[in-house]
């Protein structure tokens, strides 16, 4: 490695492929990559000096700020970062993008085409005149990803103005066939599309979203110049330096549906070929000055090499500090239309989270898009159950999940929470919130309401 080498930060706080493939591509093009992550990085203030630990000349910022609970600690975080050293992605911009209804006031307000959408704080506001997005639209929380939290609804029934406690809107439905569910996705690094593809929903659903099974199709070379314009305009509008832009046709033409500063690389590879990886790597380099071979540019991005990067910091050898949930556990469970407490039991060995039919139906939960293959001992091959969106409060901590809808009215419980959720947490088989209350019931410490 030159003396000259940039020495590039991904600031990061997961194992994603993409920031992998970021830290590899730096180190592929000659310069010198940093994880900046929760093992290794620091900022000190020494006697007015202020300096980075490890030191970087430029950062690319990764934070997943749709995935977690308080994005606004991320941004805090990022946002002291930016006070000192160069950023790809600021979070300025990143917030206003993470936040969808932002992102469409920004781009509708800058003349581009987005579908029509209402955001109100109080329920009464959103439910009035609901009706001019048609009988069906799009439910949404302003935060959300991977498709989760993203609802069709019949607009004949009343919404809320918030799905647990992140706020939803109301969004029109842009779509030109109702048999086939496709969008476009254009990546875009700089003032460059790297590549695009149209995403087709799976079989009984209607989102695109790769994370959700969605297939992918290379749409780089024959994409309509109106939607590759619309996309970098949308790109440059949010001032983001790399982005994936999701565009749906509709029959007056191209619409934004998002701009998503940390939009997955996996899908566009399959369909394309082509990483961006290297691109942002360039990118960040060129920033402070630094040199590139566009050659190598080009080699680099023939691959998505997502192996742990020679930078990753060494794992912290401490046990982990996984909150403890129990067998037994009090949830708070939200759809489109409400919200009520239930006992959930946690299962380490199902895959997804399930919920009782009579419980979806009270809370909302749903419409039912989309069917998934359960595994069952009796059946082979399993047994076709229908799935839907839900918000799954436990303790403070809010996660948004694809649940499968069963009868549970035989079972004890109506809510079986699975490793979609578990992942987060420790299972303590002896905590039961059912047997603390009853134990706290008999002790005369809870009161029944006279």
Request: proline content about 5%; aromatic content about 4%.
């Amino acid at each position: 490695m030159s003396s000259d080498a940039v020495r590039v930060g991904v600031l990061s706080l997961h194992n994603s492929k993409e920031t992998k493939a970021i830290c590899n591509a730096v180190e592929g093009l000659g310069h010198e990559p940093v994880w900046l992550r929760e093992e290794n990085a620091a900022i000190s203030v020494d006697d007015g000096e202020v300096s980075v630990e490890p030191p970087v000349d430029v950062i690319a910022n990764r934070l997943l700020l749709s995935n977690t609970d308080q994005p606004a600690e991320l941004l805090g975080l990022a946002t002291t970062f930016e006070r000192i050293r160069p950023m790809l992605n600021e979070p300025n911009a990143v917030l206003a993008s993470i936040h969808k209804f932002a992102t469409a006031a920004t781009l509708a307000d800058w003349n581009i085409r987005v579908p029509d959408a209402l955001l109100a704080l109080s329920n009464d506001r959103l439910n009035e005149g609901r009706e001019r997005f048609g009988d069906v639209g799009v439910y949404k929380t302003a935060i959300g990803t991977h498709g989760g939290g993203t609802w069709k609804v019949d607009l004949t029934e009343r919404v809320n103005p918030k799905v647990g406690n992140r706020q939803a809107f109301l969004q029109k439905l842009i779509d030109r066939d109702d048999e086939e569910h496709r969008d476009l996705r254009v990546y875009i690094v700089g003032d460059e599309i790297i590549g695009s593809m149209y995403r087709y929903a799976p079989e009984g659903d209607w989102r695109t979203n790769v994370a959700l099974g969605g297939a992918v199709e290379d749409a780089t070379d024959d994409m309509p110049d109106e939607a590759a314009e619309t996309a970098l305009y949308a790109a440059d509008v949010m001032d983001l330096d790399y982005a994936g832009v999701d565009l749906v046709e509709g029959y007056d033409g191209w619409y934004v549906l998002e701009v998503n500063p940390t939009a997955g690389f996996k899908g566009l590879f399959e369909a394309t070929g082509t990483s961006p990886a290297p691109h942002i790597a360039k990118l960040a380099i060129e920033t402070v000055g630094g040199e590139v071979d566009d050659d190598d540019v080009e080699r680099i991005s023939a691959t998505l090499d997502d192996s742990r990067p020679s930078c990753a910091p060494i794992p912290k050898a401490s046990p982990s500090e996984q909150p403890v949930i129990g067998y037994i556990e009090e949830v708070v469970v939200t759809g489109t239309s409400g919200s009520t407490q239930a006992h959930a039991k946690s299962d380490t060995g199902a895959t997804r989270t399930s919920i009782d039919t009579q419980l979806a139906a009270e809370i909302g939960a749903g419409p039912i898009k989309s069917m998934t293959r359960v595994k069952s001992g009796s059946v082979k091959g399993g047994k076709a159950r229908p799935v839907v969106d839900l918000v799954i409060g436990i303790g403070g901590n809010q996660h948004t999940v694809t649940a499968s809808v069963e009868d549970r009215g035989h079972m004890e419980y109506p809510l079986l929470l699975g490793r979609d959720i578990l992942t987060d947490y420790r299972v303590d088989v002896r905590k039961r919130a059912d047997v603390e209350e009853a134990e706290r019931d008999e002790a005369g410490e809870i009161l029944e309401e006279e």
